[in-house]
């Protein structure tokens, strides 16, 4: 399982590897953008291998693009890793480095293991917003912290 300590800022090094984690971004230029971008504004964290931090496993991004609340827009796993606690690390380090009262996120409707990874850690639903994905609405949950 991957610890918190195992999260570190991504380098330009890791944009392929990114990528390569990322069934989106390995077809959609637009995901590969935002990626290089959140890069390049430190705002992307990448989960690695203990030992190796060469070896990534996942990703996030946190930034203050939701009505200028810490936001975390996007959180992936690779297959490999996934069920292996890497999910966690990622939100708890995102968590622990936005320092916000307040910090946002969001997922599909459909996405029920994340769904169930934001109540394990404490995230409560925050509304929802329609007609982004049809027929899958996107559910928006925050973690207050006192």
């Given amino acids: ?41 430190g705002q992307c964290w990448v989960a ?7 070896v990534l496993l996942g990703y996030g991004v946190l930034d ?4 200028e609340q810490a936001f975390i827009p996007l959180v992936v796993v690779g297959d490999s890793a996934r069920r292996r606690g890497v999910g966690s690390a990622i939100l708890r380090a995102l968590e622990s480095r936005s320092g916000a009262a307040k910090l946002f996120t969001s997922t599909n409707a459909s996405n029920e293991p994340m769904r169930r990874l934001l109540g394990k850690l404490g995230f409560i639903g925050s509304g929802q917003v329609e007609n982004l994905d049809e027929g899958d609405p996107e559910l928006i949950f925050v973690k207050l912290r006192c």
């Fill in 64 to 67: 203050y693009s939701f009505f």
């Fill in 48 to 54: 690695v291998e203990a030992g190796d931090s060469s």
């Fill in 1 to 41: 399982m991957t610890s918190p300590s195992n999260v570190r800022l991504a380098l330009s090094t890791d944009l392929d590897g990114l990528i390569a984690l990322d069934a989106i971004a390995r077809c959609e230029p637009r995901r590969r953008r935002f990626i290089e971008q959140a890069i390049t504004a």
